[in-house]
């Protein structure tokens, strides 16, 4: 593609215009380091605009381990034998809580695999005891499918945001990342019932995935099209010991970070993470993803002695450090790339 084409392609996707899937995948399959180092420059444009030199933090606190799902890709999948497994309390996911606050977090969000333990009443439960503990503070859910009910009964609760990824927009190619138990189709609908509910929504997928192809992730551009989240969630994929897929290749940094710039420009306000999964296959994967338009960092608020067993990849990105210890060196790395951090609740805001 000409400069000027490219030029003129990011012109309008700033300005608001909706990209078709042959567009996408163009855009997708952009190979020249001139290319891609100009649409990132473009996105990091756009981020700035929008969010100044800020990246908002989320205390993620991994509350289980356990999970009733068998997905092919992931390390805590509920067949994978050698897989750690903990889950944690009502009383340790406060005690978190209290750290975050205490360090001037604004956002908790407890993600954890489907464990039936932590039922629907109970994770309702524990969203009430945030919210009255902490009322001003945003709780983000990331539990997986439930029922609509579920969903209903979590937002009454007062949990404001969700995140669930799609992982992938074709049926063909979710069911080659998932047990057949396991529909695409659902996970759509609940993703779908999430934004009715009123949940800031969070969705995205795994970029360089078993059997992924471009052709996929131009499907995954349009579907987010027609969701139209408030968060988008893009990292590599990264094989896990234990699981059929572990002998596949982790997906690339590369185009994980040209996905992240794409994102922001078709998404100008969204709220887009530098993933864990990024930073776990690339020592500066999270500084990269942010000169990339990325604007969101969620430090590991949960207990030291789990962190190592959320194993839902090899070599996970994660320190033993407390949690001001982690604050402090993210407050270093993003000084050196001109940035801050904006320990505000950071809402989604399309105004
Ligand atoms: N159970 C919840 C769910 O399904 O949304 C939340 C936990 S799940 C482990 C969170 C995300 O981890 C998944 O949506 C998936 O994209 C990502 N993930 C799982 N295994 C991965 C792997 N091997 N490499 C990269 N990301 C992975």
Not at 52 to 64: A, K, P, T
Not at 202 to 211: F, N, R, V
Not at 223 to 236: A, K, T
Not at 280 to 299: D, F, K, Q, T, W
């Amino acid at each position: 593609m000409s400069q000027k084409e490219l030029g003129n392609i990011v012109d309008r996707l700033v300005a608001g215009a909706a990209m078709d899937r042959n567009g996408w995948l163009r855009l997708l399959s952009l190979q020249g380091e001139e290319e891609r180092q100009y649409v990132q420059q473009r996105a990091m444009e756009v981020a700035q605009q929008n969010f100044g030199n800020g990246v908002f933090v989320r205390g993620l606190i991994e509350i289980s381990s356990y999970c009733r799902n068998n997905c092919n890709y992931c390390g805590i999948r509920c067949g994978n034998r050698s897989a750690l497994r903990y889950r944690l309390t009502k009383e340790q996911i406060l005690e978190c809580c209290r750290a975050g606050a205490g360090l001037g977090f604004n956002t908790f969000v407890l993600q954890g695999g489907e464990d039936v333990v932590q039922s629907d009443d109970w994770v309702t439960d524990v969203v009430c005891a945030i919210k009255r503990e902490f009322p001003d503070k945003a709780v983000t859910l990331s539990v997986g499918e439930r029922s609509a009910a579920a969903y209903r009964a979590f937002r009454a609760a007062g949990a404001d945001r969700y995140l669930l990824r799609h992982e992938t927009r074709s049926d063909e190619h979710y069911s080659l990342l998932h047990p057949r138990t396991m529909s695409a189709v659902n996970r759509r609908n609940c993703l779908f019932t999430l934004k009715e509910l009123g949940f800031q929504t969070g969705s995205g997928m795994m970029i360089g995935s078993p059997h992924q192809t471009l052709e996929h992730l131009a499907d995954d551009m349009m579907f987010l099209d027609e969701l139209c989240p408030q968060m988008i969630g893009v990292g590599p994929f990264i094989p896990a010991s234990g699981t059929p897929f572990e002998d596949f290749s982790a997906g690339s940094v590369d185009l994980t970070i040209l996905v992240v710039s794409l994102l922001r420009l078709r998404f100008p306000h969204a709220l887009l993470p530098a993933t864990t999964a990024l930073a776990s296959l690339h020592s500066r994967g999270r500084e990269l993803a942010i000169l990339a338009g990325a604007n969101v960092v969620m430090p590991n608020l949960s207990p030291s002695d789990v962190r190592n067993k959320y194993s839902i990849y090899n070599n996970k990105k994660s320190t033993g450090d407390e949690s001001a210890q982690q604050i402090e060196s993210l407050r270093q790395s993003l000084d050196a790339i001109g940035y801050r951090i904006n320990f505000s609740r950071g809402d989604y805001d399309d105004k």
